[in-house]
């Protein structure tokens, strides 16, 4: 009864939501410590408590298959299938990354092409650090914006085979989605009307004033005076008598 989806919950890529995790790992999170303790009787205002307190993302480890707390959440959110709006404001959170993490996985999963890339593009922004535990048990480092591209772009996460993404270009050319203008490519374009504007400045203190103009030219027609000598009056002393 634990591991059983929630009566009202919809199917998705019409299956069953926790039919997306595979039947090995789902079991293996059945059997987890951590499932049975922490994710037991978890309702949606409650798996934000829990997605806090995590501290690295992940899939399974060790040769046992041991399940990451962050999987199990996410098949926890599989299994209870919370509002969009919350999935969303996971998404915005800012203060706490992992949260953020978790709510990009669960909408990969579950969401719609055009809401994918709506709602994960903007995380491309975001270069925090993240901890991330391989297959052996290590953890790597790596960045928020680099966990958004493997969403985006790999077929599996977090041990999890992602479900096919429609291509960015097909819904561009449909008028389903706007092009997408990167950071970078906005701070190039203000890099470059800054370097444009200084050259103005440069060209505009180069060109003479009128009045400069008006005193460097000499007028040619004008004869010239020569030049004179001037001597200074000496005043010759009287003799005195």
């Known amino acids: 009864m634990a591991n059983r989806t929630v009566k009202d919950a919809h199917s998705i890529h019409g299956t069953n939501p926790q039919y997306l995790v595979e039947k090995i790992i789902r079991t293996r999170i059945y059997e987890s410590k951590y499932w049975k303790e922490e994710c037991f009787g978890l309702t949606a205002e409650l798996v934000v408590d829990k997605a806090m307190e995590l501290r690295f993302v992940g899939g399974v480890y ?137 050259e103005e400045d440069e060209k505009l203190e180069r060109v003479p004033s009128p009045d400069h103009r008006r005193r460097s030219y000499r007028d040619l027609d004008k004869p010239r005076r020569s030049p004179t000598l001037r001597y200074r009056r000496s005043r010759s002393r009287s003799p005195r008598r």
């Open 62 to 198: 060790g040769g046992n298959i041991k399940p990451t707390p962050f999987l199990c959440l996410t098949l926890k959110m599989l299994q209870i299938q919370p509002e969009k709006d919350i999935i969303v404001e996971f998404i915005k959170n800012e203060d706490f990354k992992y949260v953020r993490m978790l709510g990009a996985l669960y909408m990969r999963l579950t969401g719609t092409a055009i809401d994918c890339y709506k709602y994960l593009e903007p995380l491309y922004n975001d270069y925090r650090k993240i901890k991330s535990q391989n297959r052996n048990g290590e953890f790597e480092l790596m960045h928020v914006d680099e966990f958004i591209d493997e969403l985006l772009h790999s077929e599996r996460v977090c041990d999890i085979i992602l479900p096919r993404l429609q291509k960015r270009y097909v819904l561009e050319e449909a008028e389903q989605l706007e092009p997408r203008v990167s950071a970078l490519e906005e701070d190039m374009d203000d890099v470059e009307s800054s370097e444009e504007e200084e």
